[in-house]
């Protein structure tokens, strides 16, 4: 691997797609900085256009997988046009359909590249803060390179200010790069699990490869080739990679540090380690035969071992198929077949980009109160100011405590510092709020998602379970309802620093969460019932 050429990761920071004799591996990680302070980050988390090259910036402000601010205000949508897969693997199960759970491989309905550009466009003129299209499965979009190729064709012709992204497996990536070039798909997620074969062979019982069924060391081999290969002929012309792997307790935990050092050194843009969805009634490999998935506490220590490699994103909502709206919310019902042959379908281009010029507007907002929180929390005098806590957060968008306590079918977790508010991941939860009632069998369920967690923020909460929470030793905080997320969190944490400094409350460490196998999305419904 030495004699290898690899894209220097410091020239694709600069905008120079140019090949490098060596590998390069630079502290700040693949594809931008993470210098901290000022609300500077990981691309994952808020890199902003500060820490990369304008053309970068362009491609990842308002694309919600690839900048966590963005994920707050700007829409992604799925179409299911790719059905084949070529590889097989444990964790999934593309067979099995609920409209209320969320995982990847799960589609409602099978499109045509006619019909997905149809509702794309349906989507477009409905969402106008939608400004990414994936093609994520139900198999992998390069198994079915004419269907997933003709349509984005179309959408390059009839809805050019949408970027263009796909998801694949990265076994027929290498044949693919110049198509995916020509059709100006800037965005590709490759999901690699390992870099050693032993290890992969644990993971995919077979590879179609040549007209044949490959099993074993050898599938692992092939897929493993095939994946670097792809990844840095995809980093030597320009195009933005995100790597997504599965994290699998005892089989591939560890290894993912591996697994992160050498997507960096091929010049992957992010790293998103998930946790394995393995719950029995799925019908998975790994599902069947006991398999778990992480605890909290071992996702988080996994990317934080892996912080110093490529960037992470860590907002991942492991999404359907045919996923629709902001991330961690799914309006796919709402553009079924169906119904947008009743829509009346208007593309206005100049329409969509002055409302999402307002969109930027708020997140710039965003932004900058981050900034200034920074600026007012750091008191190097009050007690506390070495520790770090998580707090949970319910929002509806707009990066704000914006929800009600009995309407999150999530929340969304930050690490509070006294430098800094930073964005970890999210749980998902059960609904509590069901027809206008709180459902206390529910408090349970959401107490362990959350467990880990010195405070919950909200917009509102009622007395039963601000009581429960308390009993359990999270302090539910309505204070700072629809402040922006950052400015909240830092303002409570400052609080906390004064009330330890006071000797009113002693710093107590948190135990593990559980994270929620799948996800309920039919929250919206629920509520309004």
Known sequence: MSNAAFVSIGDLRKGRPVLSPTIETPATGGGCGSSGGAGKSSCGSSGGPDDMPA???????????????AHHHFARMHVAVAPA????????????????????????QKLTPDQ????????????????????????????NPKKTFETMRQLTEKAPDIKLCLSTNGLALPEMVDEICKHNIDHVTITINMVDPEIGAKIYPWIFWNHRRVTGVEAARI??????????????????????????????????????????KRGAFLHNIMPLISEPEHGTHFGLTGQRGPSAQELKAVQDACAGGANLMRHCRQCRADAVGLLGEDRSEEFTLDKIEQMEIVYDIDKRRAYQQKVEAEREAQHQAKVDALADAWDESLAGGDIKVLVAVATEGGGKVNQHFGHAT??????????????????RVDLYCQGGYGEDE???SIVN???????????????????ELKAAGIEPVDAYAHEFIEKAALSWFADYRQRLARGEIVHQARGDARIRQGAYTGGEQAAAA
């Open 410 to 427: 999530e929340f969304q977790i930050f690490e509070v510092s006294a430098k800094e508010a930073l964005f970890v991941g999210h749980r």
């Open 85 to 108: 897969c070529n590889i097989q693997c444990n964790y999934c199960n593309r067979k099995y359909d609920c409209s209320n759970e969320s995982r990847p491989g799960v589609v409602s």
């Open 442 to 444: 529910q408090l349970p």
């Open 223 to 264: 897929l493993h080739e095939q994946q670097m290969k792809g990844l840095e002929m995809l980093t030597a012309r320009g195009v933005l990679t995100k790597i997504n792997s599965v994290l699998i307790p005892g089989i591939n935990d560890a290894h993912l540090i591996d697994v992160n050092r050498e997507v960096k």
């Open 55 to 69: 053309e970068i910036w362009d491609k990842v402000k308002n694309h919600p997988c690839y900048s966590e601010e």
């Open 116 to 143: 997905a550009v149809k509702k794309v466009l349906a989507v477009a003129s409905e969402i106008p803060q939608m400004t990414v299209l994936g093609i994520a499965g139900p198999g992998d979009a390069l198994a």
């Open 449 to 467: 998602a959350i467990n880990d967690c010195h405070a919950v923020l909200v917009s509102k909460i009622g007395a039963c379970p601000r009581d």
